[in-house]
């Protein structure tokens, strides 16, 4: 089955600065990597999504670039807001719809 | 709104007694899933339903069951709640001609004593 490798497990960044969280996945039939945000306490939300048919998707302060040769993808949080601080997972899927496979989540922490 | 709704949100067993968490939907998804997250971990997913076939993940405990009445409502039956089973039970649904793409329910705090 699939694996998805998530780094860091934590991360601390000056408010404004850049966050990079990487993920790699084992499957090479996955074509589908969303990224979510949890609150504590709370559902994850999905702040963006990528499919293998696309290098890069960008969503104002949020962008994720996708590798399939290298089977690794990226989200990126340029100029943080305490408000982005959380934890976020990433995720891979198939596309028969069997459901998703988590990395491990970082701890995304936004220092004022 | 259409939306994925879990009840209760929060539920208090006795260790052994057996429990039933439920989930309902108002997209007309065909695919529905349950995922188990324990604290500080990642969803684990447990099984999933596309339409009426049922489909188990290899390390899902067989103390975990899930029934599927109707498009719209799924059910999670723990036969024998270990305090290992303590966790937030998330309810997901998607439509397969979008696969992959997943809305979540808020959730259900199960706590054993």
């Known amino acids: 089955g699939e694996n998805v490798e998530q780094h860091p497990s934590t991360l601390s960044v000056q408010e404004g600065d850049s966050a990079v969280i990487k993920c790699t996945y084992s499957d090479s039939a996955s074509n589908y990597f969303p990224w979510y945000k949890q609150e504590l306490g709370k559902r994850p939300q999905l702040i963006i999504d990528?499919?293998?048919?696309?290098g890069e998707k960008k969503d104002q302060r949020i962008a994720v670039t996708l590798n399939k040769t290298a089977k690794h993808f990226s989200l990126h949080i340029t100029e943080t807001q305490p408000e982005d601080s959380a934890v976020y997972f990433c995720a891979a899927s198939t596309v028969r719809a069997d459901g998703l496979t988590f990395g491990k989540g970082t701890h995304l922490i936004i220092q004022p | 709104d259409a939306m994925v709704i879990q009840n209760p949100r929060y539920q208090v067993t006795q260790f052994g007694k057996p429990v039933t968490l439920s989930c309902s939907q108002t997209l007309n998804h065909n695919v529905m899933y349950w995922y188990q997250q324990k604290s500080s971990q990642a969803p684990k997913l447990l099984f999933h339903y596309y339409d009426k076939d049922f489909n188990n993940e290899a390390d899902t405990p067989d103390n975990f069951q899930s029934r599927r009445p109707n498009t719209s409502f799924c059910f999670l039956d723990i036969r024998s709640p270990g305090l290992g089973d303590a966790a937030m039970y998330l309810c997901a649904t998607s439509q397969d001609s979008t696969p992959g793409e997943q809305f979540f329910g808020p959730g259900t705090r199960l706590t054993v004593l």
């Open positions: 990528i499919r293998s048919n696309v």
